[in-house]
């Protein structure tokens, strides 16, 4: 299959090639179409150079590179524990404060995460056929 690029002018004949690599290990090539979606769509594409990773929020793109570097500049000022995102330092505050905000609106059982909230309706309270 012919593959391009979009030149200022023209499509090319020339491979796309995205930064970083395919799950494979091999340089990712991609169709005409596929670019749109990964450029136009989707918005830029922030990649990472130390592995496959690829998102387009800026924002992850730094909490990801927190896991190459070890960095973890959110200090819980209640104990040692830091973190590499503000959303996880909250979430680890609840633990100290009993905090536990996220209520099942079907029984009384509430959570320190959304995510927890969501896994247990969707096990607990899931409608059976």
């Not at 090539?29 to 922030?46: A, F, I, N």
């Not at 730094?62 to 959110?74: D, M, N, S, V």
């Not at 200090?75 to 905090?99: M, R």
């Amino acid at each position: 299959m012919q593959r391009f690029r979009r030149g200022a002018t023209s499509w090319t004949t020339s491979p796309i090639i995205i930064q970083g690599k395919s799950p494979k290990g091999s340089s990712s090539l991609v169709s005409p179409e596929q670019y749109h979606s990964l450029v136009y769509k989707q918005g830029r594409l922030h990649c990472c150079r130390q592995c496959s990773y690829k998102t387009k929020e800026r924002t992850n793109m730094k909490a990801h590179l927190c896991r190459h570097t070890g960095h973890r500049p959110f200090q819980c000022h209640l104990c040692p524990a830091a973190f590499s995102q503000k959303v996880k330092l909250i979430s680890h505050i609840h633990t100290h404060t009993g905090e536990r905000p996220f209520s099942c609106v079907h029984c009384e059982a509430s959570f320190t995460q959304k995510s927890t909230l969501n896994y247990h309706m969707s096990h607990r309270h899931a409608k059976k056929p």
